[in-house]
């Protein structure tokens, strides 16, 4: 698009009207749904076979209009979206330092949940309600301005395209966030259909940053190969699925945001290798620099002595007020860096056993915050020998 303004011209980016226009046509689309099933419940008999038959279809249909958003919806806000599709009940937040701030519950709700609420026993009309009001207002979310100009530019859609992409291979198509395995295979068709949708118009609106031709006609063949699919979700082919068709889109989409230089607000973004070009490879994910606090020392001599001095405190029971206790006594290197032989590992004072057991030190190297202490650093695994417990 070519704007004047007195003599001078110049070429503006993009029109973003297509693009965020599907959105808040979706977006409406599932509040109207979701303000059905709310009225549904309300409305409803729960002893009746005939209302409950109403509220599952209600709920149903709500899925369906979600599946257009969750493109956008995962990525976005994905705290609120356990509002509208929480898969757990309750979740207990444990990614902070336990020494200065106690884990907290993050409560989900929606359709998820109302879908699994309806088959348990003495269900309650509140109870059953208060699932979608959650979900209606976790919904407003999505409408906020800091939501919204996300739509201005075409950072964000790659970076939603990259997350969608991963969880056509890990959630959507293994029945993780659908309650009844009957409905994975058509709720993945009308979600790619819909994506189908969401591709044309962001092209329309971003046509020098679009998706080429050769990510396009991709994705038509995924398409139409879930389409050809049995519905039976047991008999998918989820391996031709993923090596053929995600797995390719993956690399395309990859590069793209290279070749863009797409750049991000969120440093959950950064745990992504944009250099890595295939899901199958452990390099894509980097959830914690395995040097830690050491990060800034360069000198191999320096960090190789650090490595020496923590493996020797690993295994030196000097550690503990007893001379007794080591790191090694509970976290088993023959045992995985567990103890799988008692059901929890023993007390300080070996004749009782500790309320919970003593997680497996595989990977932890990768694992920012660890145990009741936070981390797992050399300092604080110090502090933590000479506990009383240890």
């Known amino acids: 698009m070519v704007i004047t303004i007195g003599m001078l011209s110049f070429k503006k980016e993009s029109d973003s009207t297509a693009y965020i226009s599907t959105y808040y046509k979706q977006l ?47 990525y976005l806000e994905p705290i609120a979206y356990k509002k509208i599709n929480g898969p757990l009940p309750v979740e207990w937040e444990t990614e902070v330092f336990e020494k200065f701030e106690k884990p907290y519950k993050r409560e989900g709700a929606g359709l998820t949940l109302a879908a699994l609420y309806l088959e348990e026993e003495n269900i309650t009309k509140d109870s059953l309600a208060q699932l979608i009001k959650s979900s209606i207002a976790a919904t407003e979310t999505f409408s906020a301005d800091s939501i919204t100009s996300e739509f201005k530019s075409y950072h964000s859609f790659y ?16 029945g993780f966030e659908c309650p009844d395995t009957n409905q994975v295979i058509p709720e993945l068709r009308l979600m790619m259909q ?83 070009i295939t899901i199958f490879n452990k390099a894509l994910y980097n959830g914690q620099n395995s040097k830690g606090i050491f990060l800034r020392v360069t000198d191999e001599k320096a960090l190789a002595e650090i490595d020496r001095l923590g493996k020797l405190l690993f295994y030196d029971p000097i550690l503990s007020s007893n001379n007794s206790r080591s790191c090694a006594s509970c976290h088993k290197p023959t045992e995985y860096f567990t ?23 595989v990977n932890t190297q990768y694992n920012h915050l660890r145990c009741w202490m936070g981390n797992t650093y050399l300092f604080k695994t110090k502090q933590r020998m000479l506990s009383p417990t240890h």
């Open 159 to 174: 970076l939603c395209n990259r997350l969608y992409l991963l969880n056509l291979a890990a959630i959507y198509t293994t």
């Open 28 to 74: 409406n689309n599932f509040k109207n749904a979701q303000n059905k099933l709310l009225q549904c419940i309300q409305a409803s008999d729960l002893s009746t076979v005939n209302d409950l038959d109403k509220i599952r279809k209600n709920i149903q249909a709500a899925r369906n209009e979600l599946k257009g958003l969750d493109f956008w919806f995962r």
């Open 339 to 361: 103890d799988t032989i008692n059901t929890t590992a023993s007390q300080f004072n070996r004749q009782n056993l500790l309320p919970r057991n003593a997680p497996s030190l």
């Open 194 to 276: 819909s994506v189908e949708g969401i591709y044309s118009s962001f092209n329309e609106s971003f046509p020098s940053t679009g998706l080429p031709g050769n990510y396009l006609q991709i994705y038509r063949n995924a398409t139409a190969f879930v389409q050809s699919q049995c519905a039976n979700f047991s008999a998918f082919d989820h391996f031709t699925f993923i090596k053929d068709y995600i797995n390719p889109l993956f690399l395309l989409n990859q590069k793209l945001i290279n070749q863009y230089h797409v750049v991000s607000k969120s440093l959950v973004d950064y745990s992504l290798n944009k250099k890595e």
